[in-house]
T-cell receptor, first 111, second 118 residues
């Protein structure tokens, strides 16, 4: 069935470190792919998206490239900040149904 | 654009009372809205899918008589937790889908409502 696998957290990094959060998916066809971010006590916000293979989504210094051959959509940022501390969810739509979410990866950035 | 609001943002109620949570799409028409529940440090659990003008579709294990969902217009869906108990305490999040973006199925999320039942 359709599923998303994310690297397990929590991930703790020092400020200005490089971030990678792995995400792989199992789906029928080639769905759009999303990364959502949830800051403490808040709902989810769309961070970035890619709608087809080889597309690169980017926002706020974060990037993710839609890799069809490896069914992956890894999230990266070259230099994290304390304000990036949040939970990150990889997700994709499955037909006319709600998003399929990964379990989320908690990121803590320390100064 | 594509803003979803929830009201209230937090609520505390006594056991046995009912609580209504509203989810509104402010600048787009949402043919479909989704209700999620999130426990601390966990992912979102889909509770139900709400289509405008029709009955909600509940996920397995979610009591439809306890969690009443109404989607009377293209911009408003409500979740009513009836006869709330402490175990219903949670963070409830709604999301809405804009029919104009149906081809990529993007959903927009509300800020969430924290319910505490005493």
């Amino acid at each position: 069935g359709n599923s998303v696998t994310q690297m397990e957290g929590p991930v703790t990094l020092s400020e200005e470190a490089f971030l990678t959060i792995n995400c792989t998916y199992t789906a029928t066809g080639y769905p759009s792919l999303f990364w959502y971010v949830q800051y403490p006590g808040e709902g989810l916000q769309l961070l970035l998206k890619a709608t087809k293979a080889d597309d690169k989504g980017s926002n706020k210094g974060f990037e993710a490239t839609y890799r069809k051959e490896t069914t992956s959509f890894h999230l990266e940022k070259g230099s994290v900040q304390v304000s990036d501390s949040a939970v990150y969810f990889c997700a994709f739509p499955s037909g006319n149904t709600p998003l399929v979410f990964g379990k989320g990866t908690r990121l803590s950035v320390i100064a | 654009g594509a803003v979803v609001s929830q009201h209230p943002s937090w609520v505390i109620c006594k056991s046995g009372t009912s609580v209504k949570i509203e989810c509104r799409s402010l600048d787009f028409q949402a043919t479909t809205m989704f209700w999620y529940r999130q426990f601390p440090k966990q992912s979102l659990m889909l509770m139900a899918t709400s289509n405008e003008g029709s009955k909600a579709t509940y996920e397995q294990g979610v009591e439809k008589d306890k969690f009443l969902i109404n989607h009377a217009s293209l911009t408003l869906s409500t979740l009513t937790v009836t006869s709330a108990h402490p175990e219903d305490s949670s963070f409830y999040i709604c999301s809405a889908r804009d029919y104009r973006l149906a081809e990529i199925n993007e959903q927009f999320f509300g800020p969430g409502t924290r319910l505490t039942v005493l």
